[in-house]
């Protein structure tokens, strides 16, 4: 399987966008050890969405759109709730 993963930073609560052919539970474990050079200051880090793929060049597409002005816009309404309930603390 591969992977596209959205993490959030605690620290400046960005997200950051990402591509794994590992467990992306794994991978967030690699971000949050500095790593990966990245997110090294960004760090702890959060899994907060993430996506399967059986094709290695269909998640690199969805990385990429994901990482567009228009894969923003479709994180956004897909997390629409989680990121309501980050402004309400």
Known sequence: MYYVYVLK???DNNL???YTANDPVVRLEKHN?????STKFRKPLELIYYEAYL???DALGREK????GSGHKYLTKQ???YLIGLNEK
């Open 9 to 11: 930073s605690l620290v």
């Open 16 to 18: 950051y966008i990402g």
């Open 33 to 37: 050890s500095g790593n990966v050079q």
């Open 55 to 57: 094709n290695n060049n």
């Open 65 to 68: 759109f994901l990482k567009s």
């Open 79 to 81: 997390l629409k709730n």
